[in-house]
């Protein structure tokens, strides 16, 4: 029922930029977080960021100062905006949602296709 399709990968130089977003379609009663996962050839998934719906944000130690996640809530939508792009960033992106289809439901994750991001040296 819920499916959430990414947008925004490519390729890029060191030192650019990207931004990556994903909306969620299908029934959602409501969304407790969104998140922004990667992984790389050979490493495991790893979180990049995460946003709660009360707005409180989390990054990973490597993206910290370069990257910034966002929402909008009424698109169900979740972007992560890229700066100073390194090419340690290079990974599959997925992003995920933590939400309740109905208020009955227990809180669940669902994710995207994955987007590729390849960062040139």
């Known amino acids: 029922q819920v499916q959430l399709v990414e947008s925004g990968g490519g390729l890029v130089q060191a030192g650019g930029s990207l931004k990556l977003s994903c909306a969620a379609s299908g029934i959602i009663f409501s969304i407790n977080a969104m998140g922004w996962y990667r992984q790389a050839p050979g490493k495991q998934r790893e979180l990049v960021a995460r946003i709660t719906s009360s707005g409180n944000t989390n990054y990973a130690d490597s993206v910290k100062g370069r990257f910034t996640i966002s929402r909008e809530n009424a698109k169900n939508t979740v972007s992560l905006q890229m700066n100073s792009l390194k090419p340690e960033d290079t990974a599959v992106y997925y992003c995920?949602?933590?939400?309740?289809?109905?208020?009955?439901?227990?809180?669940?994750?669902?994710w995207g296709q994955g987007t590729q991001v390849t960062v040139s040296s």
């Open positions: 995920n949602f933590a939400l309740r289809r109905y208020v009955s439901s227990v809180v669940t994750d669902y």
